[in-house]
């Protein structure tokens, strides 16, 4: 998967990760149908992300505090 990253001000270390693919400044609608047919989605703490792990068939992750009912099928993660 190629790493696509757009303007993030004030994040750094994300060029490590050479297994992810970001989609940064697209469509809403694009960008939503993408988290649907992800390999996996690591949701954040938006109502966006959230909703597509509630729609998805695939894994989701999760940070272990999450704000929101999570559904069965997502991973939890710790905040490190």
């Known amino acids: 998967f190629p790493v696509t990253i757009g303007s993030l001000p004030g994040v750094t270390g994300l060029e490590k990760l050479t ?3 970001y ?4 469509h809403p609608i694009l960008s939503f149908k993408k988290m649907l ?3 996996l989605l ?3 703490q938006s109502s ?3 909703l597509a792990s509630l729609l998805r068939k695939n894994n989701s992750i999760a940070m272990r505090r ?4 999570l559904p069965k099928k997502c991973l939890l993660a710790e905040i490190f």
């Open 19 to 21: 297994e992810v693919e």
């Open 42 to 44: 690591v949701i954040s």
């Open 37 to 39: 047919n992800s390999d």
């Open 23 to 26: 989609f940064l400044d697209e």
């Open 48 to 50: 966006f992300s959230y």
């Open 66 to 69: 999450f704000r929101h009912r």
